[in-house]
């Protein structure tokens, strides 16, 4: 079992050599979003090597309240306490906002649609706590309409599905042009793009009842399996994008470390878009975050973190690069425990 006390450091950066265990240490942290955590990976990979297979994460706050997140071999999913009180996993969220950028999201703009989408997606169910409900049941109906096109298509059954699968898809759309026009509002050299069937009706000025009809009537007419496979679109196959508003160029098309400062933006905006919302602050993760930026770019982002109202966890080998971090602490891990706590003000 490893402890962290912050003591009011606005920055914990965990050191430690590959393989150390620095990843698992925040991985930690972002289960208790209620969320799958940072690699979305089955509960019995997190348990500890060698270990009983279960695991347990516990966070005592600022405001005097705790909360857990834990799991015990067998079960399905995972627990949640609030005050050592039973809750619904998804009550954390109203709790602990958190968000992370990881090694994999490097690539986020030039690599795989879906990956963009996802990102999206859990960013805006920080924003709107029903978002999350919607995409899975999206994809759930999506499933079933599959399902009865590819068995024994009945008219009757797809019309349900059809007529539920309009009026989720509006929502899901709805939300996510929300959060975008709200996050624009707090970024600073970058906007957010949306490319999708129904957004672009609903950005056109459609209303949402004129949308899910018209989406419902496409949905009708679009009934045939091209192979084995239902081709209709729709929100399950939006995207979205960033425009460098001083290059005046696509995200995508810039550089790496361009791309790189671009996702900070978009992070601390989205922080900065939680605080007002919520009246709280927000946890922001960064695995390896800082590797490959510039000592300019590295001063910068710890310029614009240390304005943000958050909490900032970040990861790395090297000390050095985080010496623009200001109220810090610095955390030694060995071979996956805490062995060494430093604090340091610039």
Known sequence: MSRIKTDGAQTIVILGPNGSGKTATIEA???????????GADMGEIARFNGDGSFAV??????????????????????????NENIPL?????????????????RLFVDSVSDRRAFFDRLCCAFNSTH??????????????????KTKPDDLLLNILDDDIASTSVAICDTRIAYAGALNYYLEKNAIS???????????????GDTERKYR????????????KMVIDGPHKSDFGMVNNILKLPVSLTSTGQQKMALFDLILAHAKLLKDKSKGGAIILLDEAVAHLDTDARRELFENLTKCDAQIWATGIDA????????????????????NIVKHDV
């Open 90 to 106: 998804s009550n954390l969220a109203n709790k602990l906002k958190v968000v992370w950028l990881t090694p994999k999201e490097d």
């Open 194 to 208: 949306l490319n999708g069937f129904v957004e672009e009706m609903l950005i056109s000025g459609l209303t949402p």
């Open 320 to 339: 050095e690069m985080f010496k623009f971090a200001k109220n810090a602490i610095f955390v030694t891990c060995q071979n996956g425990s805490i062995s």
């Open 29 to 39: 942290i972002s289960m208790l979003s209620g969320e799958r955590g940072m690699r």
């Open 58 to 83: 516990y966070s005592e706050l600022n405001d005097e309240s705790n909360v857990s997140v834990y799991f015990n071999p067998g079960d399905t999913n995972r627990h949640a306490k609030m005050d």
């Open 217 to 228: 009537q496409y949905l009708s007419q679009t009934r045939e399996l091209v192979g084995d």
């Open 132 to 149: 999350a409900g919607r995409v899975a049941k999206l994809n759930k109906l999506l499933t079933e309409r599959a399902n009865v096109l």
